[in-house]
């Protein structure tokens, strides 16, 4: 299927922290599934002084067929798109590339007991997309979402993973993790290493293993590079569509 560029209209740019930023916007979306991404586009000028369009895709944290659309980011240093996006104002205009594509999805995850998902930074925003939708709930018996951070502040959407705690009680845990500070309730240090020291499982009170269990990993490569290494000794291989296996990943930066 073609790509199309279509106008989204922003309604709201709300700063989450000094470099995280919820983009809120109106935009005639395709149907889609949560967890695919789409491309953002503006216009900025390039190193040249030129006026041109710079694209970057960005996965919607809204569910389908919610209204509005929302897409969670953060700035990266000298990055057209980013800081583009953050100087957003209400009314302001972009392009977002139509269908939404990708396949970080639930309908590719097999039926298991346990399902992980494992994010850092704005990773975690697909995973929130998923969770508001019926097909989390109905297909899993249990699901643990961790989601690491450097600092506590950059846990940005904690009322909405907490209405996830209060609805499914006995089905789902969150289990927060920051790397450069102490927080009350959170692990320290990095998701690899509270794999293989323990700690995750420990506090989730279940086992990761191959036998009943799914890993989802979206973030940072480093976090999908050393996670993927500790899985795999436990006999956990990536999944495929030729080939099952119990770990899917989607890199983010």
């Known amino acids: 299927m073609a790509t199309n560029w279509v106008p989204a209209s922003v309604i709201e740019n709300r700063p989450l922290t000094d470099r995280h930023f919820a983009l809120i916007f109106d ?3 395709m149907p889609f599934k949560a967890g695919q991404f789409a491309r953002l586009q503006i216009e900025a000028m390039d190193d040249d002084g030129e006026l041109k369009k710079f694209a970057n895709p960005y996965s919607l944290i809204n569910a389908p067929g919610e209204m509005p659309a929302e897409v969670y980011f953060n700035i990266v240093p000298g990055g057209k798109v980013s800081n583009g996006l953050a100087a957003l104002e209400p009314g302001d205009t972009f392009e977002i590339a139509q269908p939404c594509v990708g396949f970080f999805v639930l309908s590719q995850v097999p039926d298991v007991k346990t399902l992980w998902m494992m994010s850092t930074g704005t990773g ?7 969770l508001k939708t019926d097909e ?4 899993f018996e249990k699901i643990v979402l961790v989601h690491a951070v450097p600092y506590a502040k950059e846990f940005c959407y ?3 993973i907490n209405r996830f705690v209060e609805e499914h009680p006995e089905q789902f845990q969150f289990i927060p993790v920051v790397s450069r500070e102490e927080h009350d309730g959170a692990l320290k240090g990095r998701i690899p290493a509270l794999i293989e020291n323990g700690e995750i499982e ?3 009170g279940l086992s990761i293993n ?4 799914h890993v989802m990993l979206c973030g940072n490569s480093g976090m999908l590079k050393d996670t993927k290494a500790i899985l ?3 006999g956990m291989e990536r999944h495929l569509n030729h080939k099952p296996g119990h770990v899917s990943a989607e890199q983010y930066w």
């Open 210 to 213: 191959k036998y009943d269990s």
């Open 136 to 139: 989390a709930w109905e297909r």
């Open 232 to 234: 795999k000794e436990r």
């Open 124 to 130: 975690v925003g697909p995973f929130l997309s998923m």
């Open 202 to 204: 420990e506090r989730a």
């Open 27 to 29: 935009a005639e979306l």
């Open 158 to 160: 904690s009322d909405l």
